[in-house]
């Protein structure tokens, strides 16, 4: 995982505005965990520059003991948490923490969770308490219900090799184009399927995580590419940021709706409204 994933978590804790729902989605699941509790540790610390590694709450962390962390498991490939765990694991949640100001879960192979009990866990992921940080980890996220997939913001390094970097640019430019035609022809161009329209929205969501790293003054070859240059001088991190988050909760919101033609509309302005336009 690259140091790419660690910036973006990072970026999240520098930001204040830590979403209540990640989901790392890594095939490498003892790397998954090593992010997912960094990103714990940042949310929990009480130092400077989170996580801060020297703090009460980061050393606990550390240890495993701190009684704000909480670690759960999905199950296994052939046997899911039972959806009764689910319904405690989601009382629990709204138990007030103990040491500081917040909460966090990691659910390691959420992937093995049964529908069941996703659909459980969604209705925390949909209305959390403010405190609560949900860290799911899956091998992909194809092992995930869309609705929950929606929920959340998504670390992954997986599937990049995929992507229409020049297109995905060419979107995440036509976001801060004056007007909203710019952004709204492309889709209509582009987005002709669901399926387009999704790789579409997720290729922007993994540019736009990668021109956040370059905010943050990691490198990356995206930084030489001139529509990047033109995206890195007008957004801030906060708003790439947003502007991830949208992303990701309009791909699943394509997957639900049939009304594409409407959902193109709402999206531009959803899209354009993270970037703060
Ligand atoms: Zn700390």
């Known amino acids: 995982m690259g140091r790419g994933l660690r910036a973006a978590a990072r970026a999240m804790l520098?930001?204040?505005?830590?979403?209540?729902?990640?989901?790392?989605?890594?095939?490498?699941a003892a790397r998954g965990l090593e992010?997912?509790?960094?990103?714990?540790?940042?949310?929990?610390?009480?130092g400077e520059d989170p996580p801060c590694g020297a703090c009460v709450s980061c050393r606990k962390a550390e240890k495993r003991c701190h009684s704000d962390l909480t670690y759960?498991?999905?199950?296994t490939k052939t046997k899911s948490m039972p959806v009764e765990k689910a319904r405690e694991l989601r009382a629990h949640a709204f138990i007030a923490p103990g040491e500081g100001n917040r909460k966090v879960y990691i659910l390691s192979e959420a992937g093995c969770l049964s529908?069941?009990?996703q659909n459980v866990l969604l209705k925390i992921l949909e209305e959390p308490p403010a405190f609560v940080l949900f860290i799911l980890i899956c091998?992909?996220?194809?092992?995930?219900?869309?609705?929950?997939?929606?929920?959340?913001?998504?670390l992954s390094d997986f599937g990049e090799e995929a992507v229409d970097w020049e297109l995905a640019l060419e979107?995440?430019?036509?976001?801060?184009?004056?007007?909203?035609?710019?952004?709204?022809?492309?889709?209509?161009?582009?987005?002709?399927?669901?399926d387009d329209l999704r790789a579409l929205?997720?290729?922007?969501?993994?540019?736009?995580?990668?021109?956040?790293?370059?905010?943050?003054?990691?490198?990356?070859?995206?930084?030489?590419?001139?529509?990047?240059?033109?995206?890195?001088?007008?957004?801030?991190g906060r708003s790439l940021l947003s502007l991830m988050e949208?992303?990701?909760?309009?791909?699943?919101?394509?997957?639900?709706?049939?009304?594409?033609?409407?959902?193109?509309?709402?999206?531009?302005?959803?899209?354009?409204?993270?970037?703060?336009?």
């Open 171 to 194: 979107a995440a430019a036509a976001v801060f184009a004056p007007g909203e035609l710019t952004l709204l022809k492309l889709f209509q161009e582009q987005g002709g399927t669901r």
């Open 35 to 46: 992010l997912a509790e960094f990103l714990a540790k940042g949310a929990l610390c009480r």
């Open 14 to 28: 520098v930001s204040g505005r830590l979403p209540h729902t990640v989901i790392i989605e890594d095939p490498d």
């Open 72 to 75: 759960v498991s999905g199950g």
């Open 115 to 117: 529908v069941p009990c």
């Open 139 to 154: 091998a992909s996220r194809t092992e995930l219900l869309e609705t929950v997939l929606s929920r959340g913001v998504l």
């Open 246 to 277: 949208a992303c990701a909760g309009l791909v699943g919101a394509f997957s639900l709706n049939p009304n594409q033609t409407l959902l193109m509309t709402a999206a531009c302005g959803k899209l354009r409204r993270a970037a703060g336009l």
């Open 201 to 236: 929205l997720e290729g922007m969501e993994m540019a736009f995580s990668r021109l956040l790293r370059c905010k943050n003054g990691v490198s990356d070859d995206f930084a030489s590419r001139p529509e990047a240059a033109g995206i890195l001088a007008r957004a801030t």
